[in-house]
C-alpha cells in the first residue's frame, strides 16, 4: 500500500487529537498551568470537529475511504467520530469547574481525556479486529485514570479499579473471541468476515462472534453485565461519568453497528433472541433498580442500563440493524446525558469530599438556581421520553422500528419500561421545586461555565425536541 | 391562523405569567383571565361566524376553519389544525372552564402564583391542541403535553391537608396511568401510519388518510389497533379497571385543578374516542361495542356505589365523575345519531356541573379546613348563598329536567335503547343511584346537626358570579338544547356513518338543517 499525504487526510481528527495529547504533555512538562492546558485542550478539539466538517465529512457525493486496513472512513464513521469528539469537548467545560478547586495536579486529566477521545475516533472508524480491539483499550484504559482521578476520595479509586477489572475481563472475552474467528476465517477484516464465516462457518466462529459481543455487553453495561455500572457511576467525578455515559457507550454502540452489519445472517438469526432477552432483562433491571435510588448519579447509572436496552431494541429488532433509529436515539440520548451530567458537574467540586449527587441536594434548587433547575427538570422529562424534548423523538424511532417489525414483546418491554422510568424521573423532577429544602446544600454555588454549557444543551434538547427536522434529514442522508 | 392563535394565546399568557410574577401576584392573575376570555371569545366567534350544520345528513366531514403548516416532512408530520362541531363544543368548554378555573384560585393560591398559572394556561392549551389537532403526531404532541402542567399543578400546589409526599404520590400515579397509557395508543398510531405506509408507499400522519387506513388491514389487526387506542383514551376516561389514579388526583388537586381535570381533560378523552377510535376502526369498535358498553355499565354502578360511601366531598364527586363516563362510554359505543348528539350535551353537561362542585368544594374546604363531609352537617343555616348554589348542582349531577344533564342522559339513554335495550334498561336504573348519591352529598353538608351555630363568610361576589354562570349555562342549555345540538349534528352524522353505515336509513329528527326537530 502506497501510504502518503491524501491517505492519511480523511484521518486528520485523530491526528489533531494526538497531536493536542502530546501538545498538552510538553505544556505541562514546561510549565504547570491549568488555564494552558485547558485551552490547548479545547482548541485541538474544536480544531478536530472541524476538521470533519472541512473535510466534506458529510457530502452526499462521499465515499468510504480506508486508511490502512484497520481504519474505514465513512459516513457513520464521521458522525460517530464528531458525536464522541462533541461530548468529549463539553466534558472538558465542565471539568474544568470541577478540577479547578482539586488540590492535586490538574492538568493531566485533560491527557487524559483526550486520548480518550482518540480511542473513540479510531473505535468508530475501525474496520479491522486490530483496530477494534487497539480503539477500545485507548478508549478504556485512560477512562481508568480519569474514574480514579480524584483518589483521595476513597469511592473514586474504588471506582476506577472496580473499572479497570471490569474492562480487563471484557477485553479478555473479546480477544479470545477475536482469536477463535480469526482461527475459522483466517481474516480480521470486516469487510471479509460474511464471506469467510459463510464459507468456513462453525461453532468455532459463531462461539467466537458471541464471546466479541458479550464483551460489548459489558462495555454498555447491558444486565446482566452491568453490576459494575452503578458504583463507577457514583464514584467517578461527575465530569468523567458524563464521559463514560456519553462517549464510551456510544462508541461501543458505533462499532457494535458496524460489526454486526459484517456477520451472517443465520449467525444473527442466532444472536437475535439472545440479544433480545438481554435487552428486556436490561430495561426490567435497569428500571426497577433505579427506582429506589436516592442518589442520582446511581439513578443516572440504572436509567443509562434502561436506555441501552431500549438502544438495543433498534439493533435486533427486524433481520438488520435499523442504523436510522439507531442514530437518531444515540444523538438524542447524548444530549440528554451530557445534560443530565453537567447539572451534576456545576454543582460539584473537586475538592469536597463529595460531588453533589444525592437528591437531596437538589430538593428546592429551582429557589436557589432556577435556570439550572429548569434545565434539569427538561433534561428528566427528556429521559423519561416526553414529547417536545429530544427524548422523546429518540424513543419514537425505536417505537417505529418496533412497529415496522411488529417485534410487540419488546415493545411492550419498552412501554412497561418507560412507565416505571417516569416514577424516578418524576421523583427528582418534583425534588427541585420541593420548599423544604435542606440547608446542607445551600451553599454550594454552580459553576458559571457549566451552567451555560447545560443550557445550550437543554437548548438543543428542545430543539431535537420540537423541530427534529434537519437533525432527522441528516441521519438520514448518511452512508 | 385563527387556531393556532388559539393554542397560542394561553401558551404565551403562561410566559407572560411567569415572567409577570414579579411584578405583583395580582399581575399574573388578570394576564390569566384576559387570556382565557380572550379564548373564550375567539371560541364564540367561531361559533357565530361558521356554520356547523351546512353538510347535514350527508356524513361528510365539515371543518368550518382549517390549517396547516409543513413540520417534520421526512415524516409526514404536519402542523394541522381543523374545528368541526365537535371540536367546537369542546373548545367552548375549555374556554368556559379556563376563565373559570383562573376565577376559583383567585384566593386560593398564594405561594409561586404566577408559575401556577403558566402551568394552568399551559395544560389548557395542551388541550385546545388535543381538540383540534388532525395530524396524529401533533394529536399526541398535545395529549402528553397537557399531563406535565397538571403533574405540576397537582404535586405543588396540591391539598395541603397531608404532607407533600401523598401530593407527589397522586400525582406521580396520574402521571404514570396516562403516559403508559399514551404510549400503547402511540404503538396503535404507528401501526396504522405502518399499515398505511406499506399499502401506499406514503408515510403521513393525517387524520384523513388514516381514516381509509382500517380498509387496509386485516380484522385481527384491526381489533388489535383498536385496542390500543382505545385503552389509551379508557385510561383517561377513566374506565373502570384503569380508574385508579383519578380520585388520588381529586383529592390532591388544587380546585382549579380538579376543575381542569374534572370538566376538561376526562373530556379530551371521549373526545378521542369519538373522533379517532370509532372513524379509524369502525368493524373493530362495533365488535367490540358489547364488551366496552358492559364496562360502562359497570362503571356507572362501580362509580355510583364508591361515591356513596366516600367521606371526602371531593373524592365523592370524583367517583361520580366516573360513574358519568360510563354513560358517555355506552353513548359512544351505541353509535345512533340519537345518542352521540345527546353525547355532545353530556360531556359538556358534566363538565359545568363537575366543575361547578369542585369549586363549591374548594370554597367549603377555604371556609371550614376540611373536606371530611363527617365535620360537616348543618351547613344550611350557616351560609346564605352555598347551599342553595350545591344543591342546585346536586340536583343537576343526578339529572334532574331542566338541567343540561338531563338532556344528555336522556338522549342517551333513548337512542342507545334502540340498540341495546337491556344495557339500556340497566343503566336507567343507575339514575336512581345518581339521586342517593346527589342526596347524600346534600344532606351530609347541609343538613343535620351543625357542629357550631357561628355564620360562616360567605361566598363574595366573584365566587357567586363563578358558580352562577356555570348554573344558568346548565339551565339554558336544558330548557334549549337546540343551538348545541345544531352545532354537532355534523361532526356527529360523519361518525356516526363511519361506524354504523346500515343506521343511517332511520332518520332521526335531532338538529341540523335537513332534519327539522319535531315540534
Redesign the interface.
Known sequence: MNLSFETFLPFAPVILLSLTAVLVMLAVSIKRNHCVSYWITIAGQVAALISIFSLDGFAADRVATPVTDLILIDGHAYFYSALVIFASLVCTVFLRNFIESYGNNKEEVYMLLLIAAVGGVVLVSSSHMAGFFIGLELLSVPVYGLVAYTHERSRSLEAGVKYLILSAAASAFLLFGMALVYAQTGTMLFADLADKLAEHGGYLAGFGIAMIVIAMCFKLSLAPFHLWTPDVYQGAPAPVGALLATASKLAIIAILIRFMGHITSDLTAVLQPVLAVIAIVSIAVGNFLALTQTNLKRMLAYSSIAHMGYLLIALIAGNSVDVVSANVYLLTYVVTSLAAFGAISALSHGGNALDAEEVNHYRGLFYRSPALAVALTLVMLSLAGIPLTAGFIGKFYIFMTGVTTSSWILLAALIIGSGLGLYYYLRVMVALYDRTGNSQADNVPAARASVVIVMLLVALVLWLGVYPQPALEFINTLH | MTLSALILIPFIGGLLCWLSERLGAGVPRWIALITMSLVLAIGVNLWLTGDYSSVAGTGGLNWQVEEQYS?????GVNIHFGIDGLSLVMVLLTGLLGVVAVGCSWKEIN?NVGAFHMNLLWSLAGVLGVFLALDMMLF??FW??ML?PV??LI??WGSSAHN?AVR?KA??KF??YT??GG??M??GI??LV?VNFKATGQISFAYETLLNTHTLMSKELQFILMLCFFIGFAVKLPIVPVHSWLPDAHAEAPTAGSVDLAGILLKTAGYGMLRFTLPFFPDASQEFANTAMLLGVFGIFYGAFLAFVQTDIKRLIAYTSISHMGFVLIGIYSGNLLTLQGLAIQMLAHGLCAGGLFILAGQLYERLGTRDMREMGGLWARFTYLPPLLMFFAAALLGIPGTANFIGEFLILLGAFKVVPVITIIATASLVLAGVYSLILIHRTLFGQPTSEQKLADLSAREISLVVSLAVILLVIGFYPQPLLNVSVDAMTFIQQTYAPADVSVPLPIGGAASPVAP
Open positions: 413540520w417534520i416532512p421526512l415524516l405561594k399526541f404532541f402528553e403535553m406535565i403533574y405540576f404535586a405543588l407533600g407527589v400525582a406521580t402521571f404514570i403516559q403508559v404510549l400503547i402511540l404503538v404507528l401501526a405502518v
